[in-house]
């Protein structure tokens, strides 16, 4: 079964500063989609980072990149230069493909709080 | 903003009633997924829709039934709900099934209570 492990319920950074969200995951395919979403207070599911499992290089979007160790199935997320809009809940998630649909299998979240 | 609207915002409900929440896809989405975000959790697949037709489901009883609409729109049904269906329900919506490249965009979620 597929499952993505998020073992940072809580985490805080001082506004600038950087700061890394953990994820593992466990599957045994071997091309895959990763993701980190954000989920501020309004609820609604942003996208914020996407690597693909075949490309060897880790992908990067302005201020935030990726740590993706293929062999050791972990996927970490790094925000440099934090700002106070960057507190939010990050889900990291794992894209699935059974009988023809494709799902998104999330963990649990880590909750961002930046201190000004 | 994603272009992907749900309505209503906020929903009580009785257990045991049934209930429908309803999602607006951006034009050219052919694909809904819905999601069941329990508090404190992450999303949880329910179901997926591709041009009208169901295509995928996760562990979730036959009480939670979905369609999907011509005009891009699409709707989560429960019945004989129960409490531990409480939940904060999103959709998301994408162009197809092209090989996993495709972004999902997510709605705002409906927030269901069941008393």
């Known amino acids: 079964a597929q499952t993505v492990t998020q073992s940072q319920p809580e985490m805080s950074v001082q506004e600038a500063e950087t700061v890394t969200l953990s994820c593992t995951y466990d599957?045994?395919?071997?091309?895959?989609?990763l993701f980190w979403y954000k989920q501020p207070p309004s609820r609604q599911m942003i996208l914020v980072i996407r690597?693909?499992?075949?490309?060897?290089q880790n992908a990067t979007e302005n201020r935030f990149s990726v740590n993706f160790q293929k062999a050791a199935k972990s996927f970490s997320l790094k925000i440099s230069d934090s700002q106070l809009g960057d507190a939010a809940m990050y889900f990291c998630?794992?894209?699935?493909?059974?009988?023809?649909?494709?799902?998104?299998?999330f963990g649990k979240g880590t909750k961002l709080t930046v201190n000004p | 903003e994603t272009g992907v609207t749900q309505s209503p915002t906020h929903l009580i409900k009785t257990r045991g009633q049934q209930v429908t929440l309803r999602c607006s896809s951006q034009?050219?989405?052919?694909?809904v997924s819905w999601y069941q975000q329990a508090l404190g959790q992450g999303p949880q697949f329910i179901f997926q829709?591709?041009?009208?037709?169901?295509?995928g489901r996760g562990n979730f009883p036959p009480r939670f039934s979905g369609l999907q609409f011509p005009n891009y729109s699409s709707e989560l049904n429960v019945n004989a709900l129960e409490l531990d269906d409480s939940a904060l329900y999103l959709c998301?919506?994408?162009?197809?099934?092209?090989?996993?490249?495709?972004?999902?965009?997510f709605g705002p979620g409906t927030r269901l209570t069941v008393t």
């Open positions: 599957t045994s395919e071997s091309d895959y989609y």
């Open positions: 998301a919506s994408s162009v197809g099934l092209a090989g996993m490249s495709d972004e999902q965009y």
């Open positions: 998630a794992y894209l699935v493909e059974e009988g023809g649909s494709e799902k998104l299998v």
């Open positions: 690597q693909e499992a075949y490309k060897q």
């Open positions: 829709y591709y041009r009208e037709e169901e295509n």
């Open positions: 034009s050219g989405h052919n694909t």
